[in-house]
């Protein structure tokens, strides 16, 4: 009966450290200056951070140029093979991922697409690997409006770059 008494007077010292008991009113809080809004990540940061992370210790480089633009090269070991333009499974996995990216801000445009041929002066089997990447894209449901047109570069990677289209 002791340790049920000593139970109740217990609960009864809890409870009453948990009233409130009425006083006079607290004066009102002073308005908070109204903060700035919190910075919006930049537009198509969100885009890159999200791809960055399924290639992260890739070769894949994906690198923010501006606020409305990042780009995407893959070395061209992992694009082709030698004097092929057909898409390696390497290249069409970034390409997936770029199509799913491009379908969720239909406002961003691949601005840039071009690809390297195997040798310098290899122009028409570079134009052949752009239309292949391209055709990729389409493949996979990025809108024809939001491709460039292939273009070759010197460069021994396939280069995208993408941007926000102008409203």
Do not use: N
């Not at 009966?1 to 008991?21: I, N």
């Not at 308005?31 to 791809?51: D, F, I, M, T, Y």
């Not at 493949?139 to 010197?154: E, F």
């Amino acid at each position: 009966m002791a340790r049920w008494a000593a139970a109740l007077v217990t609960l009864l010292v809890l409870h009453g450290c948990s009233t409130v008991t009425p006083s006079e009113p607290a004066p009102a809080a002073a308005p908070k200056p109204s903060a700035p809004p919190a910075p919006r990540p930049a537009a198509l940061a969100v885009e890159r951070q999200w791809l960055q992370s399924w290639f992260k210790g890739t070769p894949v480089r994906i690198e923010q140029r501006s606020e409305s633009a990042f780009t995407i090269d893959v070395p061209r070991d992992y694009c082709f093979d030698a004097g092929r333009s057909a898409v390696k499974p390497p290249l069409a996995a970034v390409l997936d991922k770029l199509a799913q990216s491009l379908q969720r801000k239909p406002e961003a445009r691949v601005e840039l697409l071009a690809a390297p041929g195997d040798a310098a002066g290899a122009s028409s089997l570079a134009q052949q690997r752009g239309d292949s990447v391209r055709k990729h894209l389409l493949a996979r449901g990025v809108s024809s409006q939001q491709l460039a047109v292939p273009s070759v570069t010197d460069v021994a990677a396939v280069q995208l770059r993408i941007g926000l289209s102008a409203p």
